[in-house]
């Protein structure tokens, strides 16, 4: 299977439902097999619902009310925002994948809580395996990685959050605990970067026992006194840690740390180069400014994938920084934000790659040495809601609340609710995952062609615009699959240009036809790339955001050539009618 190359289509129920009867008959076995197996089991047991019972009237007229209202519910959804078609191109959902459809409605049906063993015997082994699949995929050790799934993208940043503070905690606590017996000076920066193997080390030779860490740490203890402690400990008022994230930013960092109460003080943007992605000179002035300050980096944040345009950050560059720092002693938690482009990993190590830019090729290739990162198999995997992933590149990295060591802090391997942030979880998007891996499977030939797809439909229709209308001015560079454009005249002042922008989206929001979506920037994290987008028309920065149209072009079947040559033309009567 996995040295063929995908047939995409196969994959796909597709917009006209093509599929259909494949498709009916699938859902119709998986259903078969769960009458049967109910059936099966306690064969001898007396049936609570016998034939007398079942057709006695008021069970059949209960029966006519129920089907009544599924009717009723699925007439409703006829209304909802059809996100199959390839007309839409709004926001990061599109059409959901065969396999996982039918690897969540046949974990649906078994209802398993993946939160302990107990509850999901089958289901926790196919979240494992279904984890060290997305694991290979972005290049960790399948064997060595650990992970879960969370209910998206924002969970799952919040865990490397969690994991951060908590290593963080540990050896700080351990910091505090030998600067108090020994007299000397506590340095909380050195101190809070020290890693696992130099936490044994100390704590073994200062002889330091859990009882003395519990005591001194600001999860388990009183924040506030042991900040205090701190604070004399080191001869300098402790402000605490500070979060380093990149000005692309997805709002889940902020609620990060208003959830970890960092305080949003403690929340730093690291300026963002002309391209839109984090620059690497800012990084390294934030660092040194924040250490200067006597605050420690809990982790630093780069992105794969912006929500706003899909930029990659330079994940390479930021590695090799945080490595050299990690040679001076300092280790500091490195976590991607891959929730939009993780899945682009399949195209790595085979042909596929090429579509991408070498900077993004580079960037993805080096998410394997971050600590931990975040995907969205309901964005880019085409999962049903409600599905992200954590990972994390080894089993020291998922210690996450307990107060031991890491070293001796396993008991909970099987039981998840010791690990997760969210207590019940249901193990659907896991099979949904394991399902599309076992069958397209996340190689640069299968599912690799699917996301080089999306990327040559975003070629395709970036081009189509550029050539089908003097007023698109694309925002570049493009990194993955995300078109952004706005509409300026040559000379245009800023705000002319965003009214127009702002005129032709507001005409796109009624327009069945197509669904687009807007994003606007500020000039405060962006301000570079404005600059230069809009000298691209000659044009005068009068205001300090940029309203730009969205198209995120996930869609398999925008890789159609006589599909996309039907639509093109229509995209660009209506972007016409509405801009004017
Ligand atoms: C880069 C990025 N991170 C995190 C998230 C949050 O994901 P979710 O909406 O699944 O919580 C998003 C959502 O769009 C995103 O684009």
Redesign the pocket.
């Known amino acids: 299977m996995s040295d063929k190359t995908v047939s995409a289509g196969a994959y796909f129920l597709g917009p006209k439902s093509e599929n259909a009867s494949w498709l009916r008959s699938e859902f119709q076995a998986v259903l078969d097999r769960w009458f049967d197996w109910r059936r099966a089991l306690f064969a001898d047991d007396p049936s609570p619902l016998p034939e007398q019972v079942r057709l006695s009237p008021d069970f059949l007229a209960e029966r006519e009310i129920m089907a009544q209202r599924v009717r009723e519910l699925t007439e409703l959804m006829a209304g909802e925002v059809p996100k199959y078609t390839p007309r839409y191109i709004g ?2 959902v599109s059409e959901l994948s065969v396999p996982a459809l039918l690897g969540h409605f046949a974990t649906l049906l078994h209802n398993p809580n993946n939160t302990s063993r107990d509850v999901a015997r089958v289901s926790g082994r196919v979240e494992d395996e279904a984890i060290a699949m997305l694991a290979g995929m972005v290049g960790y050790d399948p064997a060595a990685a650990q992970g879960h799934f969370t ?7 919040f865990e490397g959050v969690w994991r951060a503070r908590y290593r963080m905690d540990h050896c700080l606590s351990l910091g505090l605990c030998i600067a108090e017996r020994s007299g000397e000076q506590l340095d909380p920066v050195a101190s809070a970067h020290m890693d696992w193997s130099r936490f044994s080390e100390l704590a073994a030779a200062h002889d330091i026992s859990e009882a003395e860490l519990r005591a001194a740490s600001s999860v388990l203890g009183n924040p506030f006194e042991i900040a205090a402690r701190i604070s004399a400990a080191s001869g300098r008022d402790w402000r605490g840690p500070v979060l380093l994230v990149p000005g692309n ?2 709002f ?1 960092w902020l609620k990060a740390a208003n959830v970890f109460g960092l305080g949003e003080e403690a929340f730093w943007p690291v300026a963002l180069d002309a391209q839109g992605r984090l620059s690497l000179p800012a990084l390294n002035a934030t660092i040194a400014r924040a250490h200067s300050e006597g605050r420690p980096v809990l982790a630093v944040i780069s ?1 794969a ?3 706003e345009a899909g930029e990659i950050d330079p994940v390479d560059a930021v590695c090799d920084r945080l490595d050299e720092y990690r040679q001076s002693g300092l280790h500091i938690w490195h976590h991607v ?5 993780g899945f682009l990993c399949a195209m790595l190590g085979g042909d596929a790659e090429d579509r991408l830019e070498a900077g993004a090729r580079s960037a993805l290739k080096a998410i394997r040495r971050a600590n931990s990162v ?1 995907l ?1 198999p ?2 880019l995997g085409y999962v049903p809601y ?1 599905c ?1 992933a954590f990972l994390v590149r080894d089993r020291d990295s998922y210690a996450n609340s307990l107060f031991a060591a890491p070293y001796i802090d396993r008991a909970a391997a099987n039981d998840r609710w010791m690990m997760t942030l969210e207590g019940s979880r249901s193990g659907a998007g896991a099979a949904a995952v394991w399902l599309t891996g076992k069958t397209l499977t996340f190689g640069p030939d299968r599912f690799g062609r699917i996301m080089a797809g999306t990327i040559d439909s975003r070629i395709f229709f970036s081009r189509a615009l550029r050539d089908g209308n003097p007023l698109v001015r694309l925002l570049e560079p493009a990194d993955s699959n995300i078109v952004c454009f706005s509409l300026a005249r040559p000379g245009d002042t800023l705000s002319e240009a965003n009214a127009r922008t702002a005129r032709a989206f507001a005409g796109f929001v009624p327009d069945p036809a197509f669904s687009v979506s807007r994003t606007v920037l500020a000039a405060e994290n962006y301000g570079e790339m404005i600059n230069t987008h809009v000298a691209g028309y000659d044009g005068v920065v009068d205001a300090p955001t940029l309203v730009l149209i969205r198209s995120v072009f996930m869609n398999p079947f925008w890789e159609n050539e006589d599909f996309r040559a039907a639509l093109m033309p229509e995209f660009l009567a209506r972007l016409e009618a509405h801009m004017n």
């Open positions: 926001h990061m209910s998206g993208g924002t969970l799952a940043n930013k997805h889940s992105v994938g912006t929500t934000d891959a929730a939009w482009g975040t969205d309901h964005k409600s992200g």
